[in-house]
Nanobody, 121 residues
Framework: QVQLVESGGGLVQAGGSLRLSCAAS???????????MGWYRQAPGKQRELVAH???????NYADSVKGRFTISRDNAKNAVYLQMNSLKPEDTAVYYC????????????WGQGTQVTVSS
C-alpha cells in the first residue's frame, strides 16, 4: 500500500502564495509502482475537483480556474509532488488532497488526508 502525507497548507491573504508538498511512501515489500501524481481540492459544500496533474514524464494538466497561477512539479527520486500557488483568491479556500496513481497487481489510486488552505479577503 501507499501512504501520502501533505504539508504546507495554512492561512494566507488574497494575493499571497503557498507551496504544498506531498511525500509518498510505499510499504515495504510492495510491488506498487507510482506513475501519475496530482492535487485535488474540496471546498465546503462543493464536490472534490482536479487542481493539477502531472505524469512521470512531466506532462501537466491544470484546472482552468488555476491556470497561470498554480504550478505542479515532482521529484521522482523522492516520490514527491509539489503545488506552488500564487495570486491566491478567496475561492481557492479548500482542503487540498494529494493523489498518486500506479500499478501493483492492478492499477489503483491512493489519497492523502488533506491539508487546509484558507485565503482571506
Amino acid at each position: 500500500q501507499v501512504q501520502l502525507v501533505e504539508s504546507g497548507g495554512g492561512l494566507v491573504q488574497a494575493g499571497g502564495s503557498l507551496r504544498l508538498s506531498c511525500a509518498a511512501s510505499v510499504a515495504s515489500g510492495s510491488i506498487f509502482r507510482i506513475s501519475a501524481m496530482g492535487w485535488y481540492r474540496q471546498a465546503p459544500g462543493k464536490q472534490r475537483e482536479l487542481v493539477a496533474h502531472i505524469t512521470n514524464g512531466g506532462v501537466t494538466n491544470y484546472a482552468d480556474s488555476v491556470k497561470g497561477r498554480f504550478t505542479i512539479s515532482r521529484d521522482n527520486a523522492k516520490n514527491a509532488v509539489y503545488l506552488q500557488m500564487n495570486s491566491l483568491k478567496p475561492e481557492d479556500t479548500a482542503v487540498y488532497y494529494c493523489k498518486t496513481s500506479g500499478t501493483a497487481w492492478y492499477t489503483d489510486d491512493y489519497w492523502g488526508q488533506g491539508t487546509q488552505v484558507t485565503v482571506s479577503s
